[in-house]
């Protein structure tokens, strides 16, 4: 991970640590998105999937690779932002990036990249893929260092000692699936065990449900902020199963449904298309601090 940054929120002015994070190149080199600190952060109400990608050159090998656009949710009034990358220079005319041993290494790692691809695409299902439920995140070469990377409210709970668990390893948010398959992982990584959809024929929303033993999820993958009758729903959910009730979005949520969260306890989390969940609330920080 590269050293955390301070970014500030245009709406609380709150400063938040944020930690770029650092994705591997075809060639095995690291990559790391330059930060154009000088630029004010964007406030990120309308997601729109074919901007939430950068262009990062890796200064190794010269190859131009699509990687998401960083993005830091606040820590005080939930608000998530996308942080302003310097664009890429273009290459002197008659030199191509990276070479011949460039294109090489990227010829076979895309073609890695499809077979991999493919091997997933079989397993899944019209449910969570097995996978998500077996899998047991575990950090690798490049990838987070773990929960306190999420985000500036990732502490334990006071009082509490940390549980001691593997890094987590997140799953590239593109599509809404990818978002299901990221926070069904991260339960699974919190100690919840089993964790899947219902059976049940779900209600016609782009919210989806995910359930374990001990805890009732939803996953909003849509483009606007999570509002009050959300958490209330999940919070109604959580009640009637007698368990524990957690929230995850990928664009933050509204001042009241935060308010509301925070008065019944229920632990909020915002996804970026890094794929790691961020707490943004005190319920959310003691989940990830004593897990399930």
């Known amino acids: 991970m590269a050293e955390a940054v301070p970014v500030r929120c245009p709406s609380c002015r709150r400063e938040n640590g944020y930690s770029v994070p650092v994705y591997p190149c075809a060639c095995g080199s690291p990559v790391v998105p330059p930060l154009d600190l000088a630029a004010p952060p964007v406030p990120l109400t309308h997601r729109n999937w074919s901007e939430a990608w950068v262009t990062v050159r890796c200064a190794a090998c010269g190859r131009e690779s699509e990687w998401p656009h960083p993005e830091v949710g606040c820590g005080s009034c939930g608000m998530v932002v996308r942080v302003p990358v310097h664009p890429v220079d273009k290459p002197p005319a008659g030199q191509q990036p990276g ?89 699974r990584w919190l100690g919840f065990q089993d964790v899947r959809q219902p059976d049940q024929v779900p209600i016609p929303s782009a919210v989806v449900d995910l359930r374990a033993p001990g805890v009732v999820a939803q996953v909003d ?11 209330e729903c999940v919070w109604l959910n959580g009640l009637t199963a007698s368990a524990t009730s957690v929230y995850f979005s990928l664009a933050g949520y509204t001042e009241e449904a935060r308010g509301r969260a925070d008065d019944l306890g229920i632990p909020l989390f915002v996804m970026d298309l890094t794929g790691m969940p961020q707490p943004v609330n005190d319920p959310a920080d003691r989940l990830v601090g004593m897990g399930a």
């Open 99 to 187: 070479g011949d041993a460039g294109a090489a290494d990227a010829g076979a790692a895309d073609a890695g990249a499809g077979s991999a691809a493919g091997a997933a695409g079989a397993g899944a299902g019209d449910g969570v893929p097995r996978d998500a439920a077996r899998a047991e995140p575990g950090g690798g070469p490049g990838g987070p260092d773990g929960p306190d990377d999420a985000g500036p409210r990732t502490g334990p709970a006071a009082g509490r000692p940390a549980v001691s668990r593997p890094a987590f390893r997140p799953v590239t948010i593109r599509t809404a699936r990818d978002a299901v398959v990221t926070a069904a992982l991260y339960l």
């Open 221 to 231: 993958p849509t483009t606007a902020p999570a509002g009050l009758r959300a958490v």
